[in-house]
């Protein structure tokens, strides 16, 4: 999804850019789009009324060019990382998935504090705007338990889009974790890289990963192996 402002802001100086954007972040950060105050991006900006109107059409706008810029931050951000093994099993790389998205929204804890608020917080919005790039999360997590289910780690009789509705709750609620305690934080990553969030995160995977798991044999072998490791 690309989304881009009017030129006029696309030719303000990259400090002015800046300085508006993150005044919008925290406001969105802080009250949501619904009840997000264009007047107070414009007074803590320190730019003029008209001025706003001459970069963008209102604050919906503002937020559709946030969430670009967060999608190409986390692109660049995924680029560089790569799974530890190539042998993973799907419950292994998804938990990377989600330990890798702890530490990118632990690097940009503001910009995705203010989306989540809204993607998570406003669903009639999150349905209307956002469905195309969920389904498109949500098709990749239907082919990992499907491909999990004939490799023999899933119980074949799992409904697969109960399976995929049950992954994105857990997802989303990992991700308020890390947000809403991340931010109480003074140092956010050194505190999801901590052994103790680490391991709260584990307890939270380890609960999906129970209901899904071919037998509770095969869980209690996994859970005790990955600690012992």
Do not use: C
Not at 12 to 36: H, Q, S, V
Not at 63 to 92: R, W
Not at 149 to 169: F, H, N, Q, R, Y
Not at 187 to 198: E, F, G, L, Y
């Amino acid at each position: 999804m690309i989304y881009m402002p009017k030129q006029t802001f696309l030719n303000l100086p990259e400090e002015k850019r800046n300085t508006i954007i993150n005044a919008a972040i925290d406001e969105f950060a802080e009250y949501g789009l619904e009840n997000a105050s264009t007047n107070r991006i414009v007074a803590n900006s320190g730019i003029a009324k008209g001025s706003f109107y001459q970069y963008f059409e209102d604050k919906q706008d503002v937020f559709m060019y946030l969430l670009t810029v967060l999608e190409k931050e986390k692109m660049e951000f995924f680029k560089g990382k790569h799974p530890p093994s190539m042998h993973m099993d799907t419950f292994q790389y998804f938990r990377w998935m989600i330990k890798t998205g702890m530490e990118f929204n632990s690097a940009y804890p503001r910009i995705t504090q203010a989306v989540s608020r809204v993607l998570l917080g406003e669903g009639m919005y999150y349905g209307k705007t956002f469905e195309e790039q969920r389904q498109k999360a949500n098709k990749a997590m239907h082919m990992m338990i499907e491909q999990a289910i004939k490799s023999g780690e899933v119980d074949p009789s799992v409904d697969i889009e109960l399976a995929v509705m049950v992954m994105e709750t857990w997802s989303n609620a990992i991700s308020n974790y890390i947000l809403n305690e991340g931010m109480k934080q003074k140092d956010i990553m050194k505190w999801v890289r901590s052994k103790k969030t680490q391991e709260m995160i584990d307890k939270l995977l380890y609960v999906m990963e129970y209901g899904l798991r071919k037998t509770e044999s095969d869980f209690s072998a996994s859970f005790k192996e990955r600690n012992e490791t």
